[in-house]
């Protein structure tokens, strides 16, 4: 059974850290590129990271320095350590795990809440 499954969100004053995992099952993540995205209330989802399978990372302007995505492949999961949030960060945060060779296809996790108090 294939899943993508985001933890390690909660509340946290600004200026804090948590770092997310997105764990895969029942495929291989290491053939994949992993991307973050999240969504605030009110607003369209948009595109946080990613980290390639070849371990090139792309950051959004609005985190740049201060988060960072990685991955473990042997353990088929993936990080965003978030650092210095602010109240903005406040959003679900969804990790997609997409695959581009032939074939192409995405896997999308559930979603977990980060909220960051002022």
């Known amino acids: 059974q294939v899943q993508l499954v985001e933890s390690g969100g909660g509340l946290v004053q600004a200026g804090g850290s948590l770092r997310l995992s997105c764990a895969a099952s029942g495929f291989d993540c290491r053939k994949y590129t992993i991307a973050w995205f999240r969504q605030a209330p009110g607003k369209e989802r948009e595109g946080v990271s990613c980290?390639?399978?070849?371990?090139?990372?792309v950051y959004a302007d609005s985190v740049k320095d201060r988060f960072a995505t990685s991955r473990d492949n042997d353990k088929n999961t993936a990080y965003l350590q978030m650092n210095n949030l602010k109240p903005e960060d406040t959003a679900v945060y969804y990790c997609?795990?997409?695959?581009?060779?032939?074939?192409?296809?995405?896997?999308w996790g559930q979603g977990t809440q980060v909220t960051v108090s002022s």
């Open positions: 980290i390639s399978t070849d371990v090139k990372t």
């Open positions: 997609k795990a997409e695959y581009r060779a032939w074939g192409s296809h995405d896997y």
